[in-house]
């Protein structure tokens, strides 16, 4: 086991893949001569060359397309969004071809990609460039989303996403990169995609949640412990395949549940997952699932104004303890 | 840079009649073209009588260029085409029961009936689709080139587009970067004048070419009504393209003879019934090659005759099949949309048992 | 009262706000000469000229951004997309411009236009043109969305749209438009965007829907009435601003809801509807809330396949009785 | 077209000194640049300690692109621009106070606060944002250049993008639209010479200048180190534009002395400390429009050390104004998501009583 950090753990499963694999490749916008603007990248154009690691003009739609493209005939491109904030422009090329692509053909045609790049908040940078774009991604069916919230988690699920056959839209915290843990060294470490991951254990309330804000669960239960309640964290890791049995069995342990995530309410990840045990696990409720999310307001660039409308430790505790009615 | 402009834009005119082609060839030219024909004017017969449905767009009329622009290449290389792509599919290789049996829905389809007029795919023949979002496939294309430059492979992609695709931003993205990386794509665009019903002219105020030169792209005009012409241009392309000088823009001029779409009428709303007369009676590229021939005696009407029945019981026989051949089973939905069911997690949402 | 049919009643919101007001006009790919390639602006370019009904090329993230900047400076465009399935090459524009120029500038700079055009499937158009968008257009804050599924609700609706001083995306049902209803002739019939509507009455079950799947609600709840089982067909016509209070007195009446919509499940409408009702009418249930959507699949273009995927009132009525154990 | 092309690209020089400038005018074209200087300066030192946050790019080294290209514009005339935006700001008229309170993200600021330096905006000086989203600024453009004609006025917009910009497809839609309909904009690409870390040459095979003209919008090229030529040139364009002639793209040569944004080394990485250092001693606009006054006569040191303590205490006054200003109310963020709260429906769903 190796102390990585977030950044460097997704840099090695790029690199181990890109060993492993000569159809795989990196491009985007500063991956190459600059090492990415996140520098997720470094060393990889030197240690690859030019045609693997290709900087790329500020053209999404294009170079989303381009992707797209080399991977229906057998490329496995990794594409770099240099945040998802971008991707807007290139939506078109995810929904209506590389989540089309298979079906459309018959299943002549499978597109295995990865569209990989930050997603969510960082500090204070404003309106356009704070969103967490789970959504735009979950609701077509074709396309695979991973939300990588450790180190470890980061290597792993990568390196099961770019051996994926697959489009998958691979989302990492634009604040975890600095974030270290430990990391098996193993080349082969790959976590399959679908299997959430408990990261901590307490039978009072479960914390179901995905991304960076596992992070705050985490913080989460800690003060709920103070007061003597337990809760379990469930990190979902990865939002489809979705580990719906995971989610059962800590509602069914608890009864109860709170849904944090870092985006928006309306059709936020929680809307599913709640309409999932509304259906799946109605008997075993004792309270109303409820939600924690971002304010239902664009990102404020003003500081006290951000915190305020993030999701927040405290507002998590605060519903845990509004489902335990204490 | 004008001069870059005035070395790149060339007009291909048609050339002497036969020149350079063997009869072997012309007739062979001929007979896909006829094919071609046949096969749209049955599907436009299928669709009326709801045997096809959704949109179905065709090609009648613009037939030289799928023949002049397909038959030139290798079968590994690549084509790639917009919604009115069911000839260019046939000219790719792709066989007129399949692409007929796709058309009427059935599992036997090129996409098993999923994917449908807009939607034809032949993977082994290396026709990478039909798509439906305008300019789309530029992107795609560039994509195909690039892994074909990746591999370090010689083939082509060719990317048909219409001419009102131009207007599309990710289309200029495709262009430059295809430019600067040298990619072997020749985005052929197929310019009938009119997207739905707008004429290209009212919505530029430039040549198409000029925008494919302003990106680093050789842009040429071709008559596209002219086969020979035409394939003979793309065939001298195709070998730049192998060579590895980058990327061609081919402004291919034509005229679409039918609606744009079933539902859209010939004549009488955007474009005059004379317009349309005129080009059908003067623009015909079957009729064109077909009197070539005559003139220079190498076709008999007994020839052509029997090269029309031939196609036409190709088509016949397609239909036949198309009739034949069984509808998909309900679970080839959940099949295709992921190739790999992960062993963990779920997938699909809609609790309809899976 | 006339009897219109749906597109008969867009064509007149259209004219009668043009009239009203100088500000607003029509842009779009065939608009103009061509009377829209769902003749809904029939007349209005001889009518109002062709600075005021304007045909585009095929440029939708252009236009689109066309659009919103022109209603920065006190314009009201309706922006047509041919149909939605289009609009993802204009989402950027949406959700980063239109969604966010009011917050961003601090209050300053408005955008009151429309963008709208048919949203959902038609018949047999495979794959890449049978989306249903709402999702897309609801989970950021900024947008307002509505989805008329009658004539009357068409008109008033499409008024209300362009007389708001926010960006509205208006999704109409691309087979709806020959449906006929009676229409208020009066030049000022504006239905508030908001307003839910009970279009049927019944104590025994909820049916909650929007859009052109309200009429596929009032045959399931024909069905039912067979069955001796009266439901509710709430048709919520505006997703956002949303009438939760009607939903949550149905609910109230009921304590048994079913929500049907006609796009895919992760993250559709229902969702969100469903963790609205979890959280607020929780003790109200009798039974889990239950969803009919389109099967998670891309739409296939073979016919019965089609119906298949499809939410038809078969489903509805299942799902009905399920949530009344019988 | 190659003539329409030659016609339209022509390369503008400096002029003879003073040419045309009337001693008030270079003064106040001298002051403007200055007070943009010193107001960056401050942003710097106040990024540095924590006041400011977020993204900030600074636009040193480019003054004369906001002061050339702004200055001979009329208050009714607009500008938008992209994230690097902050002196054009202060240029269209916002108070260096409403900007700076803005960087500290205080309610007093220009947007209240909430928007940040990528998001200035000033409606009543007509200064309609920065944008964060590479190009988008020209959809924009193109919709305020279109109310301008829907409403038969005669202002113009000015659209600030940066030269990487100009491979966003959005923008090829944007010029192409204002070429066929005859709309008020010019395009003003200020072109650094870098993206980022990427040099343009790099992500393009030919000249900017090119791509607009191959729209049918006239493009030229200018020394944007100098504010004289560049104001002279943009001056005749505005003229132009208003007189209803159509679109301009003016590819206006800069260069950045700092690096992207505050996380971005100033050198060492995408580009050579010598080339930075070379720049700043002889591209840096104000140097040269001092030096020109000097030999000539117009400007003492006296003069100049009086203009910038003006300035230097207009800057200090902001960044007192912005410490002093109070923090925004959580609620504006609600009050300003919709214009009006609908009478019926819930529009928003956080569960935070609202
Ligand atoms: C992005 C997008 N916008 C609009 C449409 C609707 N549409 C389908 S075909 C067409 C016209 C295209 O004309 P052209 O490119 O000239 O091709 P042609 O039909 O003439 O072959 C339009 C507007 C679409 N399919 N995709
Ligand atoms: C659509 C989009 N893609 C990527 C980015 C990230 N980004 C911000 S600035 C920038 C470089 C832009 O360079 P240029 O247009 O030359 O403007 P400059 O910064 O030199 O003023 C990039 C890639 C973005 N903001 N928007
Ligand atoms: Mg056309
Ligand atoms: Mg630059």
Chains 1, 3 share one sequence.
């Not at chain 1, 491009?27 to 997720?40: I, N, P, T």
């Not at chain 1, 489009?167 to 915290?173: K, N, R, S």
């Not at chain 2, 003979?232 to 779409?261: M, T, W």
Request: proline content about 4%; glycine content about 10%; aromatic content about 8%.
């Amino acid at each position: 086991m190796a102390q990585l950090t977030y950044r460097d753990a997704l840099n090695q499963a790029l690199a181990e893949e890109m060993e492993r694999d000569g159809d795989v490749f990196l491009m985007g916008e500063e991956v190459a001569e600059y090492d990415g603007a996140y520098k997720v990248s470094r060393g990889l154009l030197e240690r690859f060359g030019d045609k693997r690691v290709k900087d790329t003009p500020i053209s999404e739609l294009g170079f989303a397309g381009l992707g797209v493209g080399a991977a229906m005939v057998g490329l496995r491109p990794v594409v770099e969004f240099m945040t998802f904030n971008f991707s807007f422009l290139a939506l078109d090329q995810v929904i209506n071809s590389a989540a089309k692509m298979l079906s459309m053909s018959g299943g002549q045609i499978g597109i295995p990609m990865v569209f990989r790049g930050p997603s969510g908040a960082a500090l204070q940078l404003g309106a356009q460039h704070s969103h967490a774009c789970e959504t735009w991604y979950l609701h077509a069916p074709g396309v695979k989303v991973v939300t990588p919230s450790t180190p470890a988690d980061a290597k792993g699920l990568l390196k099961a996403a770019i051996r994926d056959n697959d489009p998958v839209a691979f989302m990492e915290g634009e604040l975890l990169y600095n974030v270290r843990g430990e990391v098996p060294d193993d080349d082969d470490f790959v976590i399959p995609l679908g299997v959430a991951d408990l990261k901590r254990e307490g039978g009072d309330v479960s914390i179901i949640t995905h991304g960076s804000m596992a992070h705050v669960a985490l913080q989460a239960a800690g003060a709920l412990a103070k007061d003597g309640i337990e809760a379990d964290v469930l990190d979902l890791r990865s939002l489809r395949p979705l580990d719906v049995d995971a989610i059962l069995a800590t509602v069914a342990k608890t009864n109860r549940a709170v849904y944090l995530e870092e985006g928006w309410p309306y059709l936020g990840v929680g809307a599913q997952i709640v309409s999932i045990i509304m259906e799946e696990a109605f008997d075993d409720l004792d309270a109303p699932v409820l939600r924690v999310t971002q304010a239902d307001v664009p990102m404020p660039y003003n500081k006290h104004l951000e915190t305020w409308a993030r999701p927040g430790a405290a507002r998590v505790v605060e519903a845990c303890k509004k489902v335990l009615y204490v | 840079m004008a001069e870059t402009e005035t070395a790149a834009v060339s007009v291909v005119n048609g050339g002497p009649a036969l020149g350079g082609f063997s009869k072997e060839k012309l007739v062979d030219l001929l007979r896909h073209m006829l094919l071609y024909r046949r096969f749209e004017e049955k599907a436009e017969e299928a669709y009326a009588i709801g045997k096809i449905g959704g949109f179905c767009h065709l090609h009648i009329g613009q037939e030289a260029a799928a023949a002049g622009c397909i038959l030139p290449l290798r079968p590994d290389d690549y084509v790639i085409g917009s919604y009115r792509e069911h000839t260019q599919a046939l000219a790719k290789g792709l066989s007129p029961n399949a692409v007929m049996a796709e058309l009427f829905g059935k599992a036997s389809g090129s996409s098993g009936g999923v994917g449908g007029s807009m939607h034809i795919f032949g993977a082994d023949s290396r026709f990478m689709g039909g798509n439906g979002i305008v300019g789309a496939q530029a992107g795609l294309a560039l994509g195909i080139a690039w892994a074909i430059h990746y591999r370090g492979g010689d083939q082509v992609c060719v990317c048909f587009l219409g001419d009102a695709a131009v207007n599309q931003g990710g289309f200029h993205e495709s262009m430059n970067m295809a430019s600067i990386w040298k990619l072997p794509v020749i985005y052929v665009v197929e310019n009938n004048a009119y997207g739905m019903g707008t004429k290209f002219s009212r919505m530029s105020d430039t040549e198409m070419v000029q925008k494919a030169v302003s990106h680093g792209v050789e842009a040429t005009v071709i008559d596209g009504e002219d086969v020979m012409a035409t394939y003979a241009h793309i065939d001298a392309l195709v070998e730049r393209v192998r060579g590895g000088n980058g990327p061609q823009f081919v402004d291919v001029e034509c005229y679409r003879f039918k609606g744009h779409s079933m539902s859209d009428p010939v004549s009488g709303t955007y474009r005059s019934k004379e317009e349309v007369d005129e080009r059908t009676e003067n623009a015909d590229p079957i009729k064109l090659l077909r009197d070539r021939m005559f003139t220079a005696d190498i076709l008999t009407r007994e020839e052509l005759a029997a090269i029309d029945k031939e196609v036409r019981s190709i088509v016949d026989a397609a239909v036949a099949f198309a009739e034949a051949a069984p509808e998909p089973e309900v679970d080839t939905l959940y099949k295709n949309v992921y190739s790999e069911i992960n062993p963990h997690g779920r997938l699909f949402f809609d609790g309809r048992g899976r």
